[in-house]
């Protein structure tokens, strides 16, 4: 069945009595996936994502993964909304694992238009899973005209949404986060720039109480909006014009501080890393850039590097620690711990907060397919300098890659050995307690 336009797109079926008649997309008739599937010949859009990328390599052929995707475009037209989220969440996998650029090109506009509509017809699920598809969708396309067209198609409805205060905070949440990665991708024009940035300044702001600079942040689900607001506004301003920088520094710096105090671990560890991401560009610009109140900064961080308030989960506080202590060196001694990332015969050097923001960025957009466009995506290639993409033929592929089956031995292998070793400790602690 050939790919059709969104509009075009309508199916056939046979009635009682043999008539035919044609099912429209979001019509009252009946239809369910069930249906679609039988008619269409597509296996259903979740088991893409419960297969993975693992099915392209391995099982299929590039022919038979578009025909697939052609088919997860037509079901998001479907009446159905669980068929229509099922589709997008495919289509993201799809996108994440494997460059697909030519047949994007070709369909270009249908999976815009069919995004638009999910965003602006469909619930807080689909319109999630509609956010997180256009952002790599833009990630695949790369800087250009391309993903100029769909920013300026979608850019729009992911702003209202994320200013809606009736939206879900789920969707909202996700829109932000995807908003800014889709602006850092295809952004063009220095006041779309601008604008977005005011966007997500005007949600973390609230955060903030302007009375005695005071939290009213708690830990309930609406902190992560503001969470997300202000990630993706980090981002941003590391491609703002250093004189722009300048003064949104001078604007929000003194701000952040405050979120530091949230009851929500993660805003508190959002703001420590956007403090430490802000310094670091401050000082690029001005080595001898000192914020005015720094000493009360470096208590505040150095208590949150040694938190050991019994109120907080143990989990919170050991990963809140380990941020801060980060951060705490960053802001006294300028110094960041490099970490190193792997990816097929390459390694890449995360040696800067820039870096580290950018890479946890798309490291939520792409999942464990960041790996495979770190390798072949021209466009992260170049945001993280790493060169044109190393060449490699099929047979140094196939011996680098290790088989399902080999990876289940490892990982059962590994999981036998932690047991023994726990097994130990447990016997250790025993004894002594019988000791006493």
């Known amino acids: 069945m050939a790919s059709l336009p969104a509009a075009a797109f309508s199916m056939t079926l046979r009635g009682k009595g043999g008539q035919h008649r044609n ?3 979001f019509s009252d008739e009946d239809a369910s996936i069930e249906t679609m599937s039988h008619c269409s010949g597509y296996s259903d859009p979740s088991s893409f994502a419960e297969d993975g990328p693992e099915v392209l390599d391995e099982e299929g052929t590039q022919e038979d993964l578009e025909y697939k995707l052609k088919g997860f475009i037509d079901l998001t037209l479907d009446k159905s909304a669980k068929t229509r989220q099922a589709a997008l969440e495919g289509l ?11 047949f994007l090109l070709e369909r270009r506009m249908t999976l815009t238009d069919s995004i638009e509509r999910c965003l602006k017809k469909g619930k807080s699920d689909e319109q999630r899973a509609a956010a997180a598809l256009a952002s790599v969708l833009c990630v695949q396309l790369g800087p250009g005209i391309e993903s100029e067209e769909v920013l300026k198609t979608l850019g729009p409805i992911l702003k209202k949404i994320i200013c809606d205060g009736t939206a879900s905070i789920q969707a909202r949440q996700t829109c932000a986060t995807c908003f800014g990665v889709c602006c850092f991708v295809a952004t063009d024009d220095i006041t779309e720039l601008y604008s977005a940035l005011d966007c997500l300044e005007s949600l973390f702001s609230k955060a903030c109480l302007k009375e005695k600079d005071a939290l009213v942040l708690g830990s309930g689900p609406s902190s992560g909006l503001p969470v997300s607001a ?9 491609i703002c014009p250093a004189s722009e920088l300048k003064k949104r520094l001078e604007t929000h710096f003194h701000k952040l501080p405050s979120l530091l105090s949230s009851d929500d671990v993660n805003m508190r560890i959002a703001a420590g890393e956007t403090l430490a991401l802000l310094l670091e560009l401050a000082r690029g610009m001005e080595s001898d850039f000192l914020y005015e109140d720094m000493e009360s900064l470096t208590e505040m961080l150095r208590a949150l590097a040694t938190d050991g308030n019994k109120h907080r989960a143990k989990v919170d506080k050991r990963k809140q620690r380990s941020v801060f202590r980060d ?13 190193t990332v792997k990816f097929g015969p390459e390694r890449m050097y995360i040696d800067c907060w820039v870096k580290k923001h950018t890479y946890d960025t798309f490291k939520e957009v792409l999942g464990s397919g960041l790996q495979y466009h770190l390798q072949a995506n021209e466009f992260l290639r170049h945001v993280f300098e790493l060169g044109p993409p190393v060449m490699l033929d099929a047979a140094t592929l196939k011996t680098m890659k290790i088989s399902r089956f080999e990876r289940h031995l490892y990982n059962s292998a590994a999981f036998k050995a932690r047991t023994k070793a726990r097994s130990k400790c447990r016997d250790k602690r025993a004894d ?5």
């Open 230 to 238: 202000l990630l993706a506004w980090a981002l941003l301003l590391t």
């Open 23 to 25: 099912i429209q997309p």
């Open 432 to 436: 002594v307690g019988e000791f006493f």
């Open 327 to 339: 951060v705490l060196r960053a802001v006294e001694d300028r110094d960041f711990p490099t970490e």
């Open 92 to 102: 993201r996998s799809a996108l994440a694992s494997k460059l697909l650029c030519e």
